[in-house]
């Protein structure tokens, strides 16, 4: 009996690179004292090879373990993005750690587990691969958002997130047994196969309705956004810029890849529950996003608003708009990465100096710092040259292309609003004075990543035809 | 909607049945009200306190570690019975898991979550 063949195994490598290395950090911290550094060097290692293992998988176009997983292309392409988030999120974190002395060796091998549920969503091909990857990163991130366990805050953050979390859960569930039952099979390739009988069953709506609402908690889309501000203000700072991006982008992908699925039957009312999600994200999320003194929480709506953005691009059901989503998760990513490093490189002991005021001046006492996050901020709101706008352009084509032109002027109106609370830290560091003349340290590790960044966010800002020829081969 | 109409009539056969039992019993059953029918039952002891005491956390820590484990076993079980079948690949399959919760407890003998002190 044949169970697997090499291509299975190649097509898993990262993933199981990303296990075994896992394993290898897990043991090293058991067995050595004060291994934390060493953990951080064998979890960067891993996510080197898993890397290589991605790229390497590129050009193939295959599928693994009797079509569970995805193999090359799609999978891989997301696969490297999550792979550098974990990268980046890991050099954010271990200054800030080592400060708050809370560097254990734990939150690297977290950080690994993480990506091997996010690169497992981005490589399924069937509800139950999907379902476990969306598991293995949720469960890590409800650890690491409690990982201060002695803050009340962070406690707190976890605790929401698990509980919310584990009831959207149910609903995916629930959602996959009926998709289950109206077709016989899990596996999105053969579903789609089936179109369009199954589509006139009403179970089978059902069914893709209750996954959408499993979805979009993990996007945090609006109404099944509560969540987010009260865990990413409660979570550690490099933890939120993980969850803030990789968690984001995961369930993204995985998003994409499931909905393009019933999205192929172009169904009118089907567009119109995605459009109204993302119109009400977009309005939501802006509209809190003015009221915040907060920035880490000011981030958080705008990770809602920005989840809206995206949604359009499912809405619309067109290459362009699948493209434009990938594209703009790759800016997103590197920009909400950058600004999350900043944060966490001016935050001081007990969740102080996260408030706009403290940031007055900083263009004179740190320019170098000031000017990157002004041009994160650029990025947030969608000003060219930075590839905020080219992601944003191309969602909003995709919704015109697919006549909904409505959505693409809404989401036009709503970013305007968001110039507001986006540049007013600008307004904050380059023309208030400074009222805090503390010493700012900049740790050479953070400050590295989040000059990494800024040069990605201008380089995809200005050649945007480095993502989008990779892509070609994708969609 | 056809196939599920055993399905209803067994729920309302039920419920129906759980109501008459409930009246009837209230009806034809003595009724002898006694303090000590109300109290909780402690094998015939008089109860001493309360039981809503505070428990060790260390008590919790036990008993998820016994879960994990415990569920290592119930996935050994399929395996085991159809282990001819499944022949090498599943032997292999097998140790591999093993290994893998293997590194799992190696890492909470030396954390020391078994250590009661």
């Given at each position: 009996?044949?169970?697997?063949?090499?291509?299975?195994?190649?097509?898993?490598?990262?993933?199981?690179?990303?296990?075994?290395?896992?394993?290898?950090?897990?043991?090293?911290?058991?067995?050595?004292?004060?291994?934390?550094?060493?953990?951080?060097y064998?979890?960067?290692?891993?996510?080197?090879v898993?890397?290589?293992?991605s790229?390497?998988?590129?050009?193939?176009?295959?599928?693994?373990?009797?079509?569970?997983l995805?193999?090359?292309g799609?999978?891989?392409?997301?696969?490297?993005?999550?792979?550098?988030?974990?990268?980046?999120?890991?050099?954010?974190?271990?200054?800030?750690?080592?400060?708050?002395?809370?560097?254990?060796?734990?939150?690297?091998v977290?950080?690994?587990?993480?990506?091997?549920?996010?690169v497992?969503?981005?490589?399924s091909?069937?509800?139950?691969?999907?379902?476990?990857?969306?598991?293995?990163?949720?469960?890590?991130?409800?650890?690491?958002?409690?990982?201060?366990?002695?803050?009340?805050?962070?406690?707190?953050?976890?605790l929401?997130?698990?509980?919310?979390?584990?009831?959207?859960?149910?609903?995916?569930?629930?959602?996959?047994?009926?998709?289950?039952?109206?077709?016989g099979?899990?596996?999105?390739?053969?579903?789609?196969?089936?179109?369009p009988?199954?589509?006139?069953?009403?179970?089978?709506?059902?069914?893709?309705?209750?996954?959408?609402?499993?979805?979009?908690?993990?996007?945090?889309?609006?109404?099944?956004?509560?969540?987010?501000?009260?865990?990413?203000?409660?979570?550690?700072?490099?933890?939120?810029?993980?969850m803030?991006?990789?968690?984001?982008?995961?369930?993204f992908?995985?998003?994409?890849?499931?909905?393009?699925?019933?999205?192929?039957?172009?169904d009118?009312?089907?567009?119109?529950?995605?459009?109204?999600?993302?119109?009400?994200?977009?309005?939501?999320?802006?509209?809190?996003?003015?009221?915040?003194?907060?920035?880490?929480?000011?981030?958080?709506?705008?990770?809602i608003?920005?989840a809206?953005?995206?949604?359009?691009?499912?809405?619309?059901?067109?290459?362009?708009?699948?493209?434009?989503?990938?594209?703009?998760?790759?800016?997103?990513?590197?920009?909400?990465?950058?600004?999350?490093?900043?944060?966490?490189?001016?935050?001081?002991?007990?969740?102080?100096?996260?408030?706009?005021e403290?940031?007055?001046?900083?263009?004179?006492?740190?320019p170098?710092?000031a000017?990157l996050?002004?041009m994160?901020m650029f990025?947030?709101?969608?000003?060219?040259?930075?590839?905020?706008?080219?992601?944003?352009?191309?969602?909003?084509?995709?919704?015109?292309?697919?006549?909904?032109?409505?959505?693409?002027?809404?989401?036009?109106?709503?970013?305007?609003?968001?110039t507001?609370?986006?540049?007013?830290?600008?307004?904050?560091?380059?023309f208030?004075?400074?009222?805090?003349?503390?010493?700012?340290?900049?740790?050479?590790?953070?400050?590295?990543?989040v000059?990494?960044?800024?040069?990605?966010?201008?380089?995809?800002?200005?050649?945007?035809?480095?993502?989008?020829?990779?892509?070609?081969?994708?969609? | 909607?056809?196939?599920?109409?055993?399905?209803?009539?067994?729920?309302?056969?039920?419920?129906?049945?759980?109501?008459?039992?409930?009246?009837?019993?209230?009806?034809?059953?003595?009724?002898?009200?006694?303090?000590?029918?109300?109290?909780?039952?402690e094998?015939?002891?008089?109860?001493?306190?309360?039981?809503?005491?505070?428990?060790s956390?260390?008590?919790?820590?036990?008993?998820?570690?016994?879960?994990?484990?415990?569920?290592?076993?119930?996935?050994?079980?399929?395996?085991?019975?159809?282990?001819r079948?499944?022949?090498?690949?599943?032997?292999?399959?097998?140790?591999?898991?093993?290994?893998?919760?293997?590194?799992?407890?190696?890492?909470?003998?030396?954390?020391g979550?078994?250590?009661?002190?």
């Amino acid at each position: 009996m044949e169970f697997f063949s090499p291509t299975d195994l190649l097509g898993s490598s990262p993933i199981l690179a990303l296990g075994l290395f896992s394993l290898i950090a897990l043991l090293v911290n058991a067995f050595l004292k004060n291994s934390a550094g060493m953990v951080f060097y064998v979890s960067a290692v891993g996510i080197f090879v898993a890397i290589g293992c991605s790229i390497y998988t590129f050009p193939m176009n295959a599928t693994a373990f009797s079509d569970m997983l995805l193999v090359g292309g799609y999978a891989s392409f997301f696969s490297v993005l999550f792979l550098v988030i974990a990268l980046f999120s890991m050099f954010i974190a271990k200054p800030y750690l080592e400060r708050e002395q809370y560097h254990y060796g734990e939150y690297y091998v977290l950080i690994l587990l993480a990506t091997i549920g996010m690169v497992m969503l981005a490589s399924s091909a069937d509800l139950i691969t999907a379902f476990l990857g969306i598991e293995m990163m949720s469960v890590s991130f409800y650890v690491l958002a409690g990982y201060f366990r002695g803050k009340l805050s962070s406690n707190e953050s976890a605790l929401k997130y698990f509980l919310l979390g584990a009831f959207a859960t149910g609903f995916l569930l629930y959602g996959i047994a009926l998709i289950y039952g109206t077709t016989g099979t899990t596996n999105l390739l053969r579903i789609v196969t089936m179109y369009p009988q199954p589509f006139n069953d009403p179970l089978h709506i059902i069914g893709w309705g209750l996954i959408l609402i499993g979805f979009g908690f993990k996007v945090a889309a609006v109404p099944f956004h509560m969540w987010v501000p009260d865990v990413y203000e409660g979570a550690p700072t490099p933890v939120t810029a993980f969850m803030s991006t990789g968690g984001k982008a995961a369930a993204f992908s995985v998003f994409l890849m499931t909905f393009s699925v019933p999205m192929s039957m172009r169904d009118e009312r089907l567009m119109t529950v995605l459009a109204v999600l993302a119109a009400a994200s977009m309005l939501l999320g802006n509209w809190f996003g003015l009221s915040q003194t907060n920035l880490k929480r000011m981030l958080a709506y705008s990770s809602i608003a920005h989840a809206g953005y995206m949604i359009i691009g499912i809405a619309s059901a067109t290459p362009m708009g699948q493209q434009g989503i990938a594209f703009y998760l790759v800016s997103y990513a590197l920009t909400n990465l950058g600004a999350f490093g900043i944060i966490a490189m001016m935050e001081k002991e007990n969740g102080g100096n996260l408030n706009y005021e403290d940031y007055a001046g900083l263009g004179k006492r740190k320019p170098a710092l000031a000017a990157l996050l002004a041009m994160f901020m650029f990025s947030l709101t969608g000003i060219p040259p930075f590839a905020g706008f080219i992601g944003k352009y191309y969602l909003f084509a995709s919704a015109v292309q697919s006549h909904m032109t409505w959505l693409a002027i809404f989401g036009v109106i709503t970013s305007l609003f968001s110039t507001y609370y986006y540049l007013r830290i600008i307004v904050y560091m380059y023309f208030k004075e400074a009222t805090n003349h503390e010493e700012i340290k900049l740790p050479g590790l953070t400050f590295a990543t989040v000059i990494l960044c800024g040069a990605g966010i201008v380089l995809f800002g200005i050649v945007p035809s480095l993502i989008f020829d990779l892509m070609k081969s994708i969609f | 909607m056809q196939s599920y109409i055993p399905i209803f009539l067994m729920i309302g056969v039920s419920a129906f049945l759980g109501i008459v039992f409930l009246v009837l019993q209230r009806f034809l059953g003595p009724h002898r009200p006694n303090p000590e029918k109300l109290s909780t039952y402690e094998s015939g002891m008089p109860p001493v306190k309360s039981a809503r005491e505070r428990f060790s956390v260390k008590y919790y820590m036990v008993a998820v570690l016994f879960i994990l484990f415990d569920i290592e076993v119930i996935f050994l079980y399929p395996w085991a019975v159809n282990f001819r079948a499944l022949g090498l690949f599943g032997y292999v399959e097998m140790i591999l898991f093993i290994l893998i919760l293997l590194v799992g407890y190696l890492y909470i003998l030396k954390k020391g979550a078994l250590q009661w002190d």
